[in-house]
């Protein structure tokens, strides 16, 4: 008997009303562009109260899903949700993770649950980044399925009808399009920490600036404990042994690296070309105009744009401001995890210079569609020599990183995929 061939009928589970992330948002638009009929329900109720978990059940068992999708842990807190006697335990599930695990406190703490969840309850986890599927399967005993992100095609037109760059101004530039933290958040924050816990997070921050090129910053931590004294070690291990304390402070050390990384970066392309900045966060205090540039220190021109309150309908237009874009990943993107950015700047047609990752050749080509440099110094040395070099050779990445997208890394072709890994229908 072969699969079915009709679309299957999807509930997307999410934490809270009135937030959608970028990441539902996008395998929504997979969904629908593929015919696939979806309904959305919630954990907690618009007062934010958690549902009981047995009403919870009834709801989605009385949509009668083929699947049922969820990001990251969402439903940890429900442990038995699955497993109540019904038909649910038999439905589908998939859970998403666009990034790492460990700042994820009730996973840390709860390997055995998803353990069972996958090997009994048909949950089944997808992960962007092989590093931490490898992780994945020592920390739970399970296997993670790789999964990538995409972009959403809707919000980038065809090139022959892009239009103006948000930013005109900033064409003989090379553009980072992304927030850093400010040095600012991280002293308002270490107030909550014990001594020993902000000394190990100064020392990290340290480490960081001089670290090899990629740098990965919880295990640079780990490295650093061994050398505070014993008393040191002592209270620092009491610390990270009581609830959600590791999860805590992996947030910590994971902000920190995108810190130094971010700016790394942007410090070795200032003393060869013009730099802008382009950064935006409704949530999230991130450096601005003045911080970055006593932080860089250009040599050839800085610019800074405050992106907050960019609508989605200009999102392709702020994409094509600049020479190129530039994407210093965040260094929890160890062996592939490619990032938003990448999968954005190729739906616009934009020529993106990035730091190489062992797997981001298999998505975009070397030299013809996105263009990589292994450190610093090649990074640089790369941006220099683009805005040296004939716009025609910007503009012709950018036309074939636009078709790669388009035959690859739509969410519409992404979703296909997700159906295909999990036996739903043949496509």
Same mark, same amino acid.
């Given at each position: 008997?072969?699969?079915?061939?009709?679309?299957?009928?999807?509930?997307?589970?999410?934490?809270?009303?009135?937030?959608?992330?970028?990441?539902?948002?996008?395998?929504?638009?997979?969904?629908?562009?593929?015919?696939?009929?979806?309904?959305?329900?919630?954990?907690?109720?618009?007062?934010?109260?958690?549902?009981?978990?047995?009403?919870?059940?009834?709801?989605?068992?009385?949509?009668?899903?083929?699947?049922?999708?969820?990001?990251?842990?969402?439903? /940890?807190?429900?442990?038995?949700?699955?497993?109540?006697?019904?038909?649910?335990?038999?439905?589908?599930?998939?859970?998403?993770?666009?990034?790492?695990?460990?700042?994820?406190? /009730?996973?840390?703490?709860?390997?055995?649950?998803?353990?069972?969840?996958?090997?009994?309850?048909?949950?089944?986890?997808?992960?962007?980044?092989?590093?931490?599927?490898?992780?994945?399967?020592?920390?739970?005993?399970?296997?993670?399925?790789?999964?990538?992100?995409?972009?959403?095609?809707?919000?980038?037109?065809? /090139?022959?009808?892009?239009?103006?760059?948000?930013?005109?101004?900033?064409?003989?530039?090379?553009?980072?399009?992304?927030?850093?933290?400010?040095?600012?958040?991280?002293?308002?924050?270490?107030?909550?920490?014990?001594?020993?816990?902000?000394?190990?997070?100064?020392?990290?921050?340290?480490?960081?600036?001089?670290?090899?090129?990629?740098?990965?910053?919880?295990?640079?931590?780990?490295?650093?404990?061994?050398?505070?004294?014993?008393?040191?070690?002592?209270?620092?291990?009491?610390?990270?042994?009581?609830?959600?304390?590791?999860?805590?402070?992996?947030?910590?050390?994971?902000?920190?690296?995108?810190?130094?990384?971010?700016?790394?970066?942007?410090?070795?392309?200032?003393?060869?070309?013009?730099?802008?900045?382009?950064?935006?966060?409704?949530?999230?205090?991130?450096?601005?105009?003045?911080?970055?540039?006593?932080?860089?220190?250009?040599?050839?021109?800085?610019?800074?744009?405050?992106?907050?309150?960019?609508?989605?309908?200009?999102?392709?237009?702020?994409?094509?401001?600049?020479?190129?874009?530039?994407?210093?990943?965040?260094?929890?993107?160890?062996?592939?995890?490619?990032?938003?950015?990448?999968?954005?700047?190729?739906?616009?047609?934009?020529?993106?210079?990035?730091?190489?990752?062992?797997?981001?050749?298999?998505?975009?080509?070397?030299?013809?569609?996105?263009?990589?440099?292994?450190?610093?110094?090649?990074?640089?040395?790369?941006?220099?020599?683009? /805005?040296?070099?004939?716009?025609?050779?910007?503009?012709?990445?950018?036309?074939?990183?636009?078709?790669?997208?388009?035959?690859?890394?739509?969410?519409?072709?992404?979703?296909?995929?997700?159906?295909?890994?999990?036996?739903?229908?043949?496509?």
């Amino acid at each position: 008997m072969g699969r079915p061939s009709s679309p299957p009928r999807v509930v997307f589970l999410e934490s809270l009303h009135g937030i959608e992330s970028l990441f539902t948002a996008g395998l929504r638009a997979g969904a629908a562009a593929n015919g696939v009929p979806y309904e959305v329900r919630f954990l907690r109720g618009p007062d934010l109260r958690r549902k009981d978990e047995a009403a919870l059940r009834r709801e989605l068992e009385a949509i009668r899903p083929d699947l049922v999708c969820f990001l990251y842990d969402a439903p /940890l807190g429900w442990e038995n949700l699955w497993s109540g006697g019904g038909p649910l335990r038999e439905i589908p599930k998939a859970s998403f993770w666009f990034d790492d695990f460990v700042r994820s406190p /009730l996973t840390m703490e709860r390997p055995d649950l998803w353990r069972r969840w996958q090997e009994e309850e048909r949950v089944s986890v997808f992960m962007h980044d092989g590093f931490w599927r490898g992780k994945w399967a020592l920390h739970t005993g399970a296997a993670a399925r790789p999964v990538d992100l995409a972009a959403d095609a809707r919000l980038f037109p065809d /090139l022959r009808d892009a239009g103006a760059p948000l930013y005109p101004e900033l064409d003989g530039h090379a553009v980072m399009l992304g927030t850093i933290p400010s040095a600012a958040s991280f002293q308002d924050e270490l107030a909550a920490f014990p001594p020993v816990v902000r000394k190990w997070f100064g020392v990290v921050e340290r480490a960081l600036e001089v670290a090899p090129w990629p740098f990965r910053p919880y295990e640079i931590a780990e490295e650093i404990i061994p050398h505070f004294t014993e008393k040191e070690r002592l209270v620092l291990e009491k610390w990270r042994t009581e609830p959600g304390k590791r999860s805590l402070a992996a947030h910590q050390l994971w902000r920190r690296g995108k810190r130094a990384a971010r700016l790394r970066g942007l410090r070795a392309l200032a003393q060869r070309v013009p730099v802008a900045v382009l950064s935006g966060h409704g949530r999230e205090p991130f450096a601005r105009g003045d911080e970055l540039r006593e932080a860089i220190a250009p040599a050839h021109g800085f610019e800074f744009r405050d992106t907050t309150k960019v609508p989605d309908a200009q999102w392709g237009a702020l994409f094509r401001s600049g020479a190129f874009q530039v994407q210093w990943v965040d260094p929890q993107s160890i062996e592939s995890g490619a990032p938003f950015r990448m999968f954005e700047a190729a739906a616009g047609g934009v020529p993106l210079l990035a730091d190489a990752r062992p797997g981001f050749p298999a998505l975009f080509a070397p030299d013809t569609e996105m263009l990589y440099a292994s450190d610093e110094a090649a990074l640089a040395e790369r941006a220099a020599a683009l /805005l040296a070099g004939p716009r025609e050779d910007l503009r012709r990445i950018g036309e074939n990183a636009r078709a790669a997208f388009l035959a690859r890394h739509t969410w519409a072709e992404r979703w296909r995929q997700i159906e295909r890994a999990l036996g739903l229908r043949d496509l």
